[in-house]
């Protein structure tokens, strides 16, 4: 599991679109798998059912945080992770982050299990719980709207 754990944060962070947010999630991920563990089947890929665990948290957590913005108001407004750079690689990285936060979130998972963590369509279709087809597809317009998106940028220009 501890090898998993920078695989798990990346998907956490594209997820949950911060990393404190992102790092939260990896937490709630590692210990319900922990205490879960027993349900976790012997041969079969232990980083899909992670995988798995985390997107139904991040779902719930979701659902969790609508029904709170309809009763509180939102605390967390204006939160942002600061940067010590003017590097030009950290700001190409901001406007890819900035790109996928954009897409739906059906387009961004299915972006980051292929595009990012490399599993293959098959085995993304299974995390995500829907056919290969609907994965491909929300796979392209997803890949098509952040290259629409990243062309559009105004920082392209140096």
């Known amino acids: 599991m501890l090898d998993l754990l920078p695989r798990l944060r990346r ?3 594209g997820l949950a679109g911060s990393a404190a947010d992102g790092d939260d999630l990896c937490q709630m991920t590692i210990e319900r798998a922990l205490t879960r563990r027993e349900q976790w089947q ?3 890929r232990l980083d899909s059912w992670m995988y798995r665990i985390m997107r139904n948290i991040f779902i719930d957590e979701g659902r969790a945080a609508t029904r709170r ?8 407004a204006g939160l942002s992770v600061g940067s010590d750079g003017g590097q030009e690689a950290r700001a190409e990285l901001s406007m890819v982050d900035r790109a996928m936060a954009r ?6 998972e299915a972006v980051l299990l292929v595009m990012v ?5 098959k085995e993304a279709a299974q995390i995500v719980g829907c056919p290969v087809g609907t994965l491909n597809s929300r796979l392209v317009r997803g890949r098509d709207a952040l290259m629409t ?3 559009d940028e105004p920082e392209n220009a140096p």
């Not at 897409?103 to 961004?108: S, T, V």
């Open 11 to 13: 998907f956490a962070i």
């Open 42 to 44: 012997e041969g079969t």
């Open 69 to 76: 913005r309809e009763t509180f108001v939102d605390a967390d």
């Open 103 to 108: 897409l739906p979130e059906d387009q961004r």
């Open 117 to 121: 963590e490399g599993y293959a369509y």
């Open 149 to 151: 998106m990243l062309a």
